[in-house]
């Protein structure tokens, strides 16, 4: 009887120690379990920051390759346009002389409305030519004091903007120091713009503002609303939204400003160019 009770007991015990072992085993493939998952939560979230290290040096292969490309194109416009404006100038030149001579004789009045017709076209295509190589090629500023207006007047007499488009000008007799042949080829461009913008009839609103230490000048017109876009986009070289544009004309603006230490946005609601100019820019330039 007593052997019977102790090998009873010997089972118990033998059986207990099977749970536990059971037991421990299943706790030891838990933590296996539970270890394996946290390295393969690694391992995953390694590959995924690996895939987005790729996809940003993917993008900037490709942000470099479209860099190269616009250079390229660039580097082909400027060589083509030193070339144009090498081949064109020498014939315009003969031209204006011829009219100043015609223009020393006798004319009708229709004789005079004609030439100036080309003269006006002359200016045109050499303002074209200027406003080419100042995108491709910065030649030195050549600073003198002048009336924003006089060269805002020059700019109107030479683009011939429709009589349809209403020009105002406000505050504009005010002192600038800047070059004022560059400074032209940024309202041609900026002037141009309009009129196509507003369809060749609208209100051209030119006015500047003096702070203490700037000259502000707003060039706002009264065409449609340039789009978000679009309007991040209008000082980006080769960028253009007209069929026939080339896209260097705002660009080229922005270079020309620069040069003057300054600044030029584009807003929407209404359409206003803001240009900066600093009033010591003399001094800047001397100690560049």
Known sequence: MKKQTVKKHDNLIN???????KIATK?????KINFLKTELEIAANQIQMQDAELETATNRIQVQDAEMEKSAKLSAIGLLSSQIA???????????????????????????DKLQVI?????????EIDRTLSFVRNTPLEIQ???????????LSNINLPKSIKVKTIN????????????????????????????????????VIEDQNSNIIKVQNSGPTIPKDVL????????????????????????????????????SEPTVFTI?????????????
Request: hydrophobic share 40%; proline share 3%; net charge negative.
């Open 119 to 127: 003269g006006r076209a002359v200016n045109k295509m050499k303002s």
């Open 276 to 288: 900066e100019i600093p009033k010591n820019l003399a001094s800047i330039v001397e100690k560049a």
């Open 27 to 31: 706790n030891n493939n838990i933590e």
């Open 232 to 267: 991040s986009k209008l000082f980006v070289p080769l960028f253009t939204t007209k069929q026939n544009g080339t896209g260097l004309g705002l660009s080229s603006c922005r270079n020309i400003i620069t040069q003057h230490a300054g600044t030029i946005t584009a807003s």
């Open 172 to 207: 504009c007799d005010v002192m600038i120091v800047c070059d004022p042949k560059k400074l032209e080829i940024v309202f041609t461009n900026l002037f141009n713009n309009a009129a196509d913008a507003m369809s060749k009839s609208g209100d051209l609103i030119i006015e």
């Open 145 to 155: 004091t002048c009336l924003i207006s006089n060269i805002i007047q020059s700019t």
């Open 86 to 112: 090498h081949d064109l100038r020498s014939p315009l030149a003969i031209i204006e002389s011829a009219l100043w001579l015609l223009r020393q004789n006798s004319l009708t009045e229709e004789q005079d």
């Open 15 to 21: 059986t207990e120690q099977e749970q536990i072992r």
